[in-house]
């Protein structure tokens, strides 16, 4: 085996190798670090380089025994030269300077024995006081005073003059803090307080009343089916008993049934915007129940096409197709396209709204009609001359409903009941619900308050309400919701706002995050149960984190801070307008969800068999 020519250059060549790997190394290390630090100075949840060097440099001072336990020397050391030239440079910093301080020689001080002209003097002072103290801005933050506008540095260099070199300091940064904290105002939570008084108000008179009405749904998850037996089977079309099954709604929050909640303002999609699959739905009746004599001809020519009046052998009569009415008895009659008699006909079939909530009309006698749980409809004797939607999206004590359209009798005119919007967030949907939604409310509404005040707190709780029903119809376009859940929802995703802003002061912050949270998490995961909306919950806790970033006051920890939450301030206001508008366009527009199969695992999850999440 030979050796290399020059060992020693090949060794000195492996070196310089080995310490260019240690170099890229420590350079690829430093470069991660820098990307960490860099992002967790934007969200808040590391400290600045200079709270950084001002710990370090309070460590160094601690260990020279400068600073004793007590904020004084210890005894037998001195300190050092530095030290003491760095402190002095500190106290004459003229940052830390106020103008607010009284002179320090009394005779500066102005005196007067007239009560007239020191009580004059004392409003000056005080005015002075007032307007060189911070305040909180509108849109968050805290504005300046009127002195420090005055001296603000953006316009001594707008006019041209050099500002003055000033040499920054933590005990600066801590002044600024405190003053801001004491500028903050503590509001009382007369708004969370005054809603949750109205709500709790409105929902036990209506839990009361539906009660009275005996509208409570069982107690129970999903829907069940029963099969009549016996005596409880309704007759048929020919008079002979019939067997058939409807479906049970149950309700584990203990409350009242989709249709009752209908009445007194749920939201349900198809009473808020035309509705596509009504709409064709609508239009498939009206071709097959067709006929000249109510303005729908039938296109087929034939003898036996459309509807037309069916008589029985019992004088039995009702509106059929020609096969059902052959099939209803022997010596029946079927008259094409002819509409039975009112006034001579023992009419025993009509139309029957109401079977479920989706609208959909049957043909059935008034016994099987209210078995099923429908309406059945005294007036009407096609499905193609009846608007199902009517009577489903009527407003009980309010007088609003929607009209049927004049030329296509069996779809309305204009379904637009916007205030389906609002009127959910004072109702809810079972005595449960609304013990849980009060207790939540109270728990984060108060401490959202008490820093945001009346009129911020009352935006953040519409705009989160009004957006997760607004996101909410564009995705549960079937079922009945009610509750104030998507604004209590916003004012959890608030209050994870304010941790974030405030992450620097927040004693065990990370531990606050995760109970916080969890929380929000464990909320989302109830909200998979059937009868509760949870896509309006993850749209209030959107808009609420939105929201809460423009309208919610804070404080900032140097200019670093200062500038990431002005910049996140001037993108969320657009960021939130733009919101609200695509939401309400998409609403309006979008009649369709197929472009996304799992969404649906997001509001239901069918823990057992009776849980349908269709």
């Known amino acids: 085996m030979s050796r290399p020519a020059n060992p020693q250059a090949a060794f000195r060549q492996q070196g310089r190798r080995s310490s260019a790997w240690q170099v ?19 969200f808040g949840v590391t400290a600045d380089h200079e709270e950084v060097q001002h710990r370090a440099e309070a460590y160094r001072r601690r260990k020279s025994g400068f600073v004793g336990p007590q904020g004084g020397m210890h005894r037998g050391v001195q300190p050092s030269e530095s030290v003491v030239s760095q402190l002095k440079s500190v106290l004459n910093d ?77 005990l600066r940064n801590d002044t600024l803090v405190a003053r801001q904290l004491q500028a903050l105002p503590t509001f009382t939570p007369y708004f969370i307080y005054l809603i949750t008084f109205v709500q709790f108000a409105l929902s036990v008179a209506f839990f009361a009343y539906a009660f009275s009405q005996n509208a409570f749904a069982p107690f129970g998850l999903g829907w069940a089916t029963n099969v009549c037996t016996g005596f409880d089977c309704p007759d048929g079309f020919n008079g002979s008993t019939i067997t058939v099954s409807r479906r049970v709604e149950h309700n584990f929050l203990y409350g009242p049934n989709s249709k009752y909640l209908l009445q007194f ?15 064709i739905r609508a239009a498939i009746e009206r071709d097959t129940q067709c ?16 509807y037309g009046c069916c008589a029985l052998s019992s004088s039995r009569k009702g509106m059929t197709d020609y096969a059902t009415c052959m099939a209803a ?46 309406s059945w409809q005294m007036n009407e004797q096609l499905c193609s001359r009846t608007m199902c939607l009517g009577s489903l999206c009527y407003l009980n004590r309010g007088g609003f409903y929607l009209t049927a359209n004049q030329k296509l009798a069996n ?14 967030l004072f109702l809810h949907a079972g005595v449960i619900q609304l013990a849980i939604i009060i207790a939540i409310q109270l728990y984060a509404g108060c401490d959202v308050e008490r820093e945001a005040g009346f009129l911020r707190t009352l935006l953040i709780y519409f705009i989160s309400g009004i957006g997760g029903y607004v996101i909410s119809g564009i995705f549960l376009t079937s079922q009945v919701t009610t509750g104030a ?57 959107v808009f609420g984190i939105v929201s809460g970033i423009v309208f ?12 990431r939450k002005r910049i996140l301030l001037l993108i969320c206001i657009p960021v939130l307008i733009l919101m609200i508008v695509l939401a309400f366009v998409t609403f309006y527009r979008l009649q369709t969800t197929s472009f996304c199969s799992w969404c649906k695992y997001l509001n239901c999850i069918p823990y057992t068999s009776q849980i349908e999440c269709s």
């Open 291 to 306: 006929g000249s004599t109510w303005g729908y001809p039938c296109e087929s020519t034939s003898l036996t096409a459309g």
């Open 94 to 170: 003229s940052d830390l300077s106020s103008s607010d301080d009284e002179p320090a020689d009394p005779a500066d001080r102005p005196m007067t024995r007239n009560y007239a002209q020191g009580m004059a003097h004392y409003r000056d002072l005080r005015m002075r006081e007032l307007n060189n103290a911070p305040r909180p801005g509108w849109f968050g933050g805290m504005n300046k005073g009127k002195d420090e506008e005055a001296t603000d540095l953006g316009a001594s260099r707008r006019q041209g003059a050099s500002p003055p070199k000033r040499r920054h300091s933590k």
């Open 265 to 279: 303002g749920a939201k349900l999609t198809p009473c808020m915007r035309p509705d596509n699959e009504g709409l």
């Open 411 to 424: 779809q309305p005119e204009n379904a637009n009941q916007w205030y389906r919007f609002i009127l959910p």
């Open 329 to 374: 008895g022997t010596n029946s009659t079927w008259q094409q396209n002819t509409l039975c008699s009112e006034a001579r006909d023992y009419i025993v079939i009509r139309p029957c709204c109401g079977i479920g909530l989706d609208s959909k009309c049957e043909i059935i006698t008034a016994l099987e009609c209210s078995f099923r749980g429908g």
């Open 552 to 563: 919610l006051p804070y404080v900032t920890f140097g200019d670093w801070d200062l500038n």
């Open 485 to 541: 859940d998507p604004a209590v929802y916003g004012l959890l995703a608030v209050l994870l706002v304010e941790l974030f802003q405030s992450w620097q002061i927040v004693s065990n912050a990370w531990s606050e995050f995760f109970k916080l949270g969890g929380f929000s998490l464990l909320l989302l995961m109830v909200g998979t149960l059937p009868f509760i909306d949870n896509w309006s919950h993850i749209g209030g806790f």
């Open 24 to 42: 890229a190394q420590e350079q690829t290390v430093k470069g991660v670090s820098n990307v960490g630090n860099a992002l967790g100075r934007w």
